[in-house]
């Protein structure tokens, strides 16, 4: 069983920074980091193919957030700098097993998310 444990969410202005972590007990070929705002579906923020270490962001994020990965740590982080009022949202980590896909209904392993808030 995979367990996934996100922290470092809060309230930041705008224009702000944050770093989430993300604590796993093991990993998947795939990690990937979603957020979910209130009465939106749940979206892809960012992937991160395990084997090459190669990286996907959406192009809502592109350029302002930066998902890596600490293996010694067990931790995926998330970067997010330049923040904007509609990056305010819950944020999840997940894995699977396979390639990383940007649909949250083919992932099987979620944390139960950190809240990021972001005012104008």
């Known amino acids: 069983q995979v367990s996934l444990v996100e922290s470092g969410g809060g309230s930041v202005q705008a224009g702000g920074s944050l770093r989430l972590s993300c604590a796993y007990t093991?990993?998947?070929?795939?990690l990937a980091w979603f957020r979910q705002a209130p009465k939106k579906a749940r979206e892809a923020v960012a992937l991160?193919?395990?084997?090459?270490?190669?990286?996907s962001y959406a192009d809502s994020v592109k350029g302002r957030f930066t998902i890596s990965q600490d293996n010694a740590k067990s931790t995926l982080y998330l970067q997010m700098n330049s923040l904007k009022p509609e990056d305010t949202a819950m944020y999840y980590c997940t894995t699977r097993s396979f390639g990383c896909t940007w649909d949250s209904h083919t992932y099987n392993f979620w944390g139960q998310g950190t809240q990021v808030t972001v005012s104008s």
């Open positions: 093991s990993a998947r070929y795939c």
């Open positions: 991160l193919y395990g084997a090459r270490g190669s990286t």
